[in-house]
Every structure is written in structure tokens, then in C-alpha cells.
């Protein structure tokens, strides 16, 4: 299975050959092209146009960060699935506002959802959260009475306001007890991680959908306007519970990651790269384990999920399927 390959020292990145290799002040480091399937910038990187020809010839996005873990952009090579008849879907049922509608409430009963498996879960295990799941399966219920996408999003919100008051008792540590949401700068190291994992959860969608015949400026719960992606947020808001804050939650409880893993700089809070490595770590081993997945019979990886979940989407689009959000079990 193809890699991710994550760069956080500064150095160059260039074509040998016909393969990749980075060359770093203390060395250089091979990277095999065949086992590539994206790359992650967090450091200083030079690169030049053979280099993105080549990338481009092999289909390989590269991603950059800036220094807080923000996605910057992409290098996003040709579009080489994209169809016009798919664009001319995608637009469609933009366009059309109950078909729109229709989506964006599943993006968000998507969320919700796993939201409750993620609470029952730790309800189970003897943290006290009944109340704030029934308050949540209340807001989820009133989610069909909405008629605009703006009256869905602030039950959307109402329900992570919610959700977020849970934290506490899940992770049970002083050095990471929740208050508000903050961003851009994060006030506190959980706020950080929650920044840093949606961050990460958008960029691997976004190379999930490179893969499809979908065009990721075309989204639904988000605005299509003239922000560069839109798509990749609709999908996120299903996976950033069910993958990104699981994660989260075991980097914490298993003690991974320490207030050493934060820096305090601009009036905020950023992972340093030992925090960014610990919990990238932690991000793959979770898309690369495998559940059973009911319609396909077989096991597949939280990666490939992604992927499915836009294919689901495709077949909406064209008429095939009704679209329904991935719910996990747990």
C-alpha cells in the first residue's frame, strides 16, 4: 500500500533518477516514488519545475504547512479523473437548492451520529455523559425540520458546543482540560490538537478526491465560492469525529503527547515537531486499521473509507444510489 510521506526538516526535494531522494544539511534520504502516495511539507523545501513535472507525472500531491500545522495549499498535479459530465453533476445539485439541502443535512447527520457512537462509547466505560447524549439525539431530531442549509449548520453547532463540553470527563487531565473552541491561534494544548487533526483530516480528503472523478471545489454543506476547496470540508465533518478526535482522545489518555509536545508563541498554542510527529504517528496507525465494512463484506482501512464515501457521492450524483454518510460502529 502506498505511503504518506511526511518532510520536517528543511532541504531540498529532487528527481534522481526516476525516483525522489531529500537532501537535508546533515544527509540525504532516498524516497522510492512506487510506494508514494502523497507528501506532507512542515519544513523549508526547495524544489524546482523537473521536480513537479515528475510529481505530476506520477500523480503525487505534495501538501504544505506552515509552522502552526496550517494547510498552506497544494501542488495539485492535472486533474487527470475529472470529467465534464461530473462537474456538470456536482453544479446541478449545487444549484438546485432541496437536492443541495439533501447533503449538506446528511454531512451533518453524518457527524452527528458518530458523535454519539464516540459518547456512548465512553459512557460505556463509566464516564457519566446520558444527559449530554440525549441533548444531542434531541438536537439530531430536530435536524429535519430545518429548511435552510444555515439553520442545519447551527444545529451542527449547537451539537459540537455540546459534544465539546464532554471532553473533560472523556480525557479526566488537568493539563488538557477544555473550556471553549478557540482557533487561529488555539488558547490551550487541546484546542491545538483538534486545530492540527481537522487540518490533517481536510488534506488527506483532498487527495482522496484527486482519485475521483469529482472535483473538489464543488462542495455543499460549505459554500462553494472562492475558496480554492469545498468538498474535502463536507466529507471532513463525518471522519474529524471518527477518526481525527479518537485519536486525539488516545494521544492524551495514553499520555503521548505532554505539554513538551506544545510551544506558546503569538498569543497561542502550536504542536511542536516532536508533538507533530507523535501525533502523525498515531493519525496513520488509525487510517491504516481495517473494519468490516457491511456492504462489501470484507475489511477495509479508515483510509480507503474516505475514498468510499466520495464513490457513494459519485453514484448520488449520477442517479445510481442514494447518498447515506458513513456511521461507524464502535
Known sequence: MKETVYIFNSG???REDNSLVFEFESGKKPIPVENIKEIFVF????????????????????????????YIG???????????????????????????????????????????????YY???????????????????????????????????????????????????????????TKRPPKDYINTLISFSNSMIYTYILGEIYKTHLDP?????????FRRFSLNLDIAEIFKVAIGDRVIFTLINKKIVGPKDFDKNMGGISLNDSGKKKFLQQMEEKLKQTIKHNSL???VSYRRLMRLELYKLEKHLIGEKDYSPFIMEW
Open 12 to 14: 531540498t526535494l529532487k
Open 123 to 181: 459512557n460505556r466505560r463509566g464516564n457519566e455523559l446520558t444527559s449530554s447524549i440525549e441533548e444531542i439525539t434531541d438536537m439530531e431530531r430536530l435536524l429535519d425540520s430545518k429548511g435552510t442549509i444555515e439553520e442545519s449548520m447551527a444545529i451542527e453547532g449547537q451539537v459540537k458546543q455540546k459534544y465539546y463540553e464532554c471532553f473533560n470527563k472523556i480525557l479526566k487531565n488537568e493539563d488538557f482540560k477544555f473550556t471553549a473552541r
Open 43 to 70: 519544513g523549508e523545501l526547495n524544489i524546482n519545475k523537473r521536480l513537479l513535472e515528475f510529481l505530476a507525472q506520477k500523480e503525487i500531491i505534495v501538501s504544505f504547512f506552515n509552522h502552526y500545522g496550517y
Open 297 to 299: 463484506k470484507r475489511e
Open 74 to 120: 497544494s501542488f495539485y498535479p492535472r486533474e487527470h479523473y475529472n470529467s465534464g459530465y461530473m462537474i456538470l453533476k456536482q453544479a446541478d445539485f449545487y444549484n438546485r437548492e432541496g437536492e443541495r439541502l439533501k447533503l449538506a443535512k446528511s454531512f451533518i447527520t453524518g457527524a452527528i451520529k458518530n458523535t454519539l457512537v464516540v459518547l456512548k
Open 217 to 225: 471545489r464543488i462542495g455543499y454543506l460549505h459554500t462553494t465560492n
